[in-house]
C-alpha cells in the first residue's frame, strides 16, 4: 500500500458564481521512503495542491471532489480537529518564505519544542531537549543559544534551517517542500537540499518536493509530475521522463534549461504565460503557448493516458 494515493482531487475557487480550477482531477501516488517532485511554471497549481492535502484551504478556495488516502485513511473525511493532531506530526510542511510561516515573535526553540508538546506530549524538558537536537541536525549551531532568539536575528539559509527543524522535529512520514530554496543563495540552497535527503534517509521520510528547478529534480527525484494550469501533463520516473519527454510542455521546459553545449547568447523560452484560472482556454490549456497546436487542440482538452509502462502524457500527439 502506498504512503499517500491521491485520486481525483479537485480543488476550485468559487468566485461570484462562478468555479476556477486551481487543482483540477489530479491523481498519484507517493510509495515510503521515495521523492516525488512536482514541476511547473508558478500558477501551475502545485502549492495548491499542496496545501489542498495539509487541508489548509480556505475560501473562496474548496476542495469539491477526490480522495487524499493517507496510511489508508481518506483525508478529506477527517474533521479540522482529527487534522491537527495529524498535521505537523504525520505530515508537514516547509513553505517558501519561512518569515511567513513563523512567528515573529516566539522564540526559534519554542517553535520546536511546542510542536513536541502538542502532538508527542512530551514534557517542556524533554522538548527543549529534542529541539537542541533538531537543531543541531539541520546544521544550527550553538543550539542552546540560539534556542532563545527570535527567528529575526538568523540569515535566510538559518530561518529556513530552522523552519525545517520544526517540521522534522515529530519524524512525520511526510515532508511537503514548497519550493524550499526559491530565495536562497545557489550554495545555501545546495546544503539545504542535502539535508533534506539526509533526514529523508535517516527516518525513511517520503517527500514531495514543488520546484520549477529542473536542475533540483534531476538531483533529487525519484519520480516526478508535470503540472500545468492545474492539471498533470506528464507523469513518469524520474530518469524515464528526462530520457523520453512526451508532452510538449515538458519538452519546453527543459529546452529552457541553459547547458553549455548551447551556442552563445542562445536561450530557449515559452512563449505567453501561464493564463490566469479565470482565463483558462477551451480545450487544451497549453494550446497557445505549444509549437505543435492544431485546431483540434481548441476543442479537445486531451485525457492523460499510458504512454509507456508507468508513464502517463496529456496531448492529442500520444494517440498517434
Known amino acids: 500500500m502506498p504512503l499517500l494515493k491521491v485520486q481525483g482531487l479537485k480543488t476550485y475557487f468559487y468566485i461570484e458564481n462562478s468555479e476556477y480550477p486551481a487543482v483540477d482531477d489530479v491523481s498519484f501516488t507517493l510509495d515510503e521512503g521515495r521523492i516525488l ?3 511547473g511554471e508558478s500558477g501551475s497549481g502545485k502549492s495548491v495542491m499542496s496545501m489542498s492535502i495539509m487541508g489548509l484551504i480556505d475560501p473562496p478556495g474548496k476542495i469539491s471532489g477526490g480522495h487524499i488516502i493517507f496510511k489508508g485513511e481518506d ?7 482529527q487534522m491537527r493532531r495529524i498535521r505537523g506530526n504525520e505530515i508537514s510542511m516547509i513553505y517558501q518564505d519561512p518569515m511567513s510561516a513563523l512567528d515573529p515573535l516566539n522564540k526559534a526553540g519554542d517553535q520546536i519544542s511546542e510542536a513536541l508538546m502538542i502532538h508527542k506530549k512530551a514534557k517542556k524538558r524533554e522538548a527543549r531537549s529534542i529541539a537542541f537536537e533538531s537543531m543541531r541536525s539541520v546544521g544550527i549551531s550553538d543550539a542552546e543559544k540560539r534556542y532563545d532568539h527570535l527567528p529575526e536575528h538568523f540569515s535566510g539559509g538559518m530561518r529556513q534551517r530552522l523552519m525545517i527543524a520544526v517540521a522534522i522535529s515529530c519524524k512525520p512520514s511526510l515532508l511537503i517542500a514548497d519550493e524550499p530554496t526559491t530565495a536562497l543563495d545557489v550554495t545555501i540552497q545546495a546544503d539545504i537540499l542535502d539535508l533534506i535527503c539526509h533526514l529523508k534517509d535517516e527516518i525513511n521520510m517520503s517527500v514531495i ?10 538531483k533529487m527525484a525519484d519520480d516526478i509530475i508535470v503540472m500545468y494550469c492545474g492539471q498533470i501533463m506528464e507523469s513518469a520516473p524520474c530518469k524515464e521522463l ?16 541553459p547547458r553549455a553545449d548551447k551556442e552563445k547568447g542562445e536561450l ?4 505567453g504565460y501561464v493564463p490566469h484560472l479565470t482565463e483558462l482556454p477551451k480545450g487544451c490549456r497549453f494550446r497557445n503557448r ?23 502524457s496529456r496531448c492529442i500527439l500520444n494517440d498517434r
Request: a positive charge; aromatic letters at 6%.
Open 242 to 257: 528526462f530520457d523520453d519527454p512526451r508532452n510538449p510542455y515538458t519538452r519546453k521546459l527543459m529546452s529552457c534549461i
Open 37 to 39: 517532485a512536482v514541476i
Open 209 to 218: 518536493l514543488n520546484t520549477h528547478d529542473l536542475g533540483i529534480v534531476a
Open 290 to 312: 505549444c509549437d505543435f497546436a492544431k485546431a483540434e487542440c481548441a476543442v479537445v482538452n486531451p485525457k492523460l493516458v499510458e504512454v509507456k509502462k508507468g508513464h502517463f
Open 268 to 271: 530557449d523560452t515559452i512563449k
Open 75 to 81: 483525508l478529506l473525511e477527517k474533521t479540522e480537529r
